[in-house]
C-alpha cells in the first residue's frame, strides 16, 4: 500500500527521535529539496551555538518557499509559516526516554556522518540536552498540536515507533 504526502513536508518531534535521518531518506526517494533546521539555526564549527534568528530565519522563509521540501525541526519560531506552506506534517511522538537513549548513545558513537549534524559540532553528551529532550520539549507538543489544527490543509501523519517509521518508508 503507497502511502500518499505531498511535495511540502514538516518533520517534527523530539530530538534524536531520527527526524532527520526520515527526512533525508524522503528526500531522496521523492527527489524533495531538504533543510535540517539545525544546520541553519546553530552556527557551524561551534559546540551547537545558536545562530542569530536575523541571520537564519530569512533563509528558512526563502527555502520554503521553493515549489517543494522536505524540513525537519521544530523551532516553533518559525513553525507558524513552516505549516501555513506545507501540505504534510509527519510527527513523531515516540517516548522521551526512547529518544534521551538514543541521544546518550549517539553522543557516545560519536559518528562524524550523521543525518543533520551541524558542520564541526561534537555531539557530546550533556545534562542540559537530557533536560530539554525528557523534560522540556515534551510540553511543546501541544503547542505544535494547536498550530497543526490552526492549518487544516495539512495531511498529519502520526509515527509512534521505529517500526511506524519503517512502515512509512516502505510505502513511500
Not at 36 to 50: A, F, M, R
Not at 144 to 157: A, C
Amino acid at each position: 500500500m503507497t502511502i500518499s504526502i505531498g511535495k511540502k513536508i514538516c518533520i517534527i518531534g523530539l530530538s534524536s527521535s531520527g527526524k532527520s535521518t526520515l527526512a533525508d531518506i524522503i528526500a531522496k526517494k521523492r527527489n524533495l529539496n531538504l533543510l535540517h533546521l539545525d544546520q541553519i539555526g546553530h552556527i557551524p564549527n561551534t559546540n551547537w551555538v545558536p545562530a542569530p534568528a536575523e541571520e537564519w530565519m530569512p533563509r528558512h522563509d526563502k527555502f520554503i518557499e521553493q515549489d517543494n521540501w522536505v524540513v525537519d525541526g521544530c523551532y516553533f519560531r518559525t513553525m507558524t509559516q513552516r505549516l501555513a506552506k506545507a501540505d504534510t506534517v509527519i510527527f513523531i511522538k515516540m517516548s522521551r526516554f526512547g529518544c534521551a537513549y538514543r541521544f546518550v548513545k549517539r553522543a557516545l558513537q560519536k559518528k562524524k556522518d550523521r543525518f543533520g549534524k551541524l558542520e564541526g559540532a561534537t555531539d557530546d553528551c550533556n545534562l542540559a540536552m537530557l533536560k530539554y529532550i525528557l523534560l522540556e520539549a515534551p510540553r511543546k507538543f501541544s503547542k505544535y498540536e494547536k498550530l497543526i489544527k490552526e492549518n487544516p490543509h495539512l495531511k498529519v501523519i502520526y509515527l509512534y515507533s521505529f517500526d511506524d517509521i519503517n512502515k512509512l518508508v516502505e510505502n513511500l
